[in-house]
């Protein structure tokens, strides 16, 4: 894994956790509005992983399938990716 730390600074970071359907992305678009964070969706970047058809995207829809949660390694390799890939955005993240 890269060196985040050199490459994005220390940005603030907040995660909005919560069950489907339980006003995650509502929260979101309101911290988007108010402060200008950027917001990452997990889900999202799971789905476009997916739809790439990579290693991690076939392992990814086999555990979404059996009703299963992404392990946390995966989760954060998938984040970090993100974060790497829009650096200027990376200044308060959601």
């Known amino acids: 894994m890269p060196d985040v730390k050199k490459i994005l600074g220390s940005p603030k970071i907040t995660f909005v956790l919560g069950g489907p359907a339980s006003g995650k992305g509502t929260q979101c678009a309101k ?3 108010e402060f200008g964070y950027t917001h990452i969706s997990t889900g999202d970047l799971f789905r476009a992983e997916v739809a790439k ?19 946390y390694q995966l989760t954060v390799q998938v984040l970090v990716n993100a974060l790497i890939a829009q650096p200027s955005k990376v200044s308060s993240v959601i």
């Not at 058809?53 to 392990?71: A, C, D, Q, T, V």
């Open 31 to 33: 911290l988007v509005e």
């Open 53 to 71: 058809g990579s290693r991690e995207g076939e392992m990814m829809k086999r555990i979404m399938n059996e009703g299963g949660l992404i392990p």
